[in-house]
């Protein structure tokens, strides 16, 4: 291989790996998990290996990594097959799931048959072996029963079966030298959608504006970037569409990890309502210890008067007053500001919520710098008054 287009693989490769660990991990994190995220895990990890060991044997040439890139490639329709059952909720016909299963094991031990350096008959029988395993399951899915469906399950379908064509289209140029010579294997790329669509789905309306910008980011980089380098080195073609390769991978992967974060943070806003939700804490202290577990609440201290000994009772009676003593918004008294300016520092938070008066509790907390806090601060001040409105369950202190 050229040492243009191993640069090129690799990288598109690479952003790729990077893609499927992102929305693995996002899918892994639910709890109880889904049989549909399961199934999709599990094709997730299946592609990984397959593009995890190409690489490898790219880079080291070592057999052993090749041989595994096509097993796992002809795991990849059997993978596929089962998250088409979870999606639709329906078994696929008998022959269909022998074909995928028998295809496999078959394509499995072709690859440790020794064909002659370059022989191109185990590519042919891989790729129509996907072909028509894909072929066959995107028609399973397109006769589904939409009826027994709902709204947002069939929305869900057609869009993962939309990214199909991206996806196969582009799978076509890893078969190098087989059906044409492409300057460069594209399917990380197709990967690198797919991850970015699931997880922008994820995301919901935000994730749709996101995925949105990201597209358009994407073309206008592409053009002015293909356009500067074709004016100012005069490329071939082919060092073209790999550079465009490498940009493309690297603004997909780079939107999947800010999607990726988004969801994480989203995450800790999640568990904060299922636990406002749930929690049967009989009493303030035990709310608010479980409170702090959440992953927006994750770090909060819990402070007693015992902790407040460098405040007077005017400054407790501050926070009382207010409810939320917000280090962006001291008080307008000199005494009380320099009381609070201590306070933030001595306990590093951003946010001071009163949540128990008999005896006295304070909740202290950072909230994220970039996040919405007016919208944090709504989901806290349900938590407040749920702890406020609970009985203290031990003797006053303070």
């Not at 609440?297 to 007693?304: K, Q």
Request: glycine share 6%.
């Amino acid at each position: 291989m050229a040492e243009a287009d191993l640069i090129a693989d690799s990288v598109v490769t690479a952003a790729g790996l990077l893609g499927l660990g992102l929305l693995a991990h996002i899918l892994s994190a639910d709890r109880p998990a889904r049989l549909t995220n399961r199934r999709f895990v599990l094709g997730l990890h299946v592609v990984g290996v397959v593009m995890a060991a190409r690489l490898v044997f790219w880079l080291t040439d070592i057999r052993l990594f090749g041989l595994l890139t096509y097993a796992a490639a002809a795991l990849v329709p059997l993978a596929a097959l089962l998250i088409a059952e979870a999606l639709t909720r329906r078994h696929a016909p008998v022959m269909l799931k022998a074909w995928t299963v028998g295809g496999a094991v078959l394509l499995v031990f072709t690859a440790f048959v020794p064909w002659p350096p370059y022989h191109p008959l185990p590519l042919v029988l891989l790729a129509g072996f996907q072909f028509l395993s894909f072929l066959s399951i995107a028609a399973l899915i397109l006769a589904r029963d939409r009826a027994s469906l709902s709204t947002a399950e069939n929305g869900l379908i057609d869009r993962l079966v939309l990214s199909l064509v991206f996806i196969i289209s582009f799978a076509l140029t890893d078969f190098r030298g087989l059906l044409f010579d492409s300057p460069v294997r594209l399917s990380g790329i197709a990967v690198l959608i797919l991850c970015c669509l699931a997880l922008d789905l994820r995301r919901g309306e935000a994730g749709r504006a996101g995925l949105a910008l990201a597209a358009a980011t994407l073309v206008a980089v592409l053009t002015v970037t293909l356009w500067s380098v074709a004016r100012i080195a005069a490329p071939s073609p082919a060092a073209l569409v790999q550079i465009g390769a490498i940009l493309s991978s690297a603004i997909l992967a780079g939107h999947a990890v800010l999607s990726a974060r988004a969801i994480r943070r989203g995450a800790g806003r999640d568990d904060l309502l299922r636990f406002l939700a749930t929690d049967p804490a009989p009493t303030r202290d035990a709310f608010l210890a479980g409170l702090r577990r959440t992953g927006l609440a994750t770090g909060a201290l819990i402070l007693t008067p015992d902790d407040l000994a460098d405040f007077d009772l005017s400054f407790r009676a501050e926070i009382a007053r207010q409810g939320v003593l917000r280090q962006s918004d001291p008080p307008a008294e000199p005494h009380l500001a320099e009381q609070a300016a201590w306070f933030f520092e001595k306990f590093d938070v951003t946010h001071a919520l009163m949540v128990g008066d008999g005896p006295l509790r304070i909740l202290a907390l950072n909230l994220p710098p970039l996040a919405r806090p007016e919208q944090l601060e709504h989901e806290l001040a349900v938590a407040q008054r749920l702890a406020r409105l609970l009985p203290a369950g031990q003797a006053r202190d303070g």
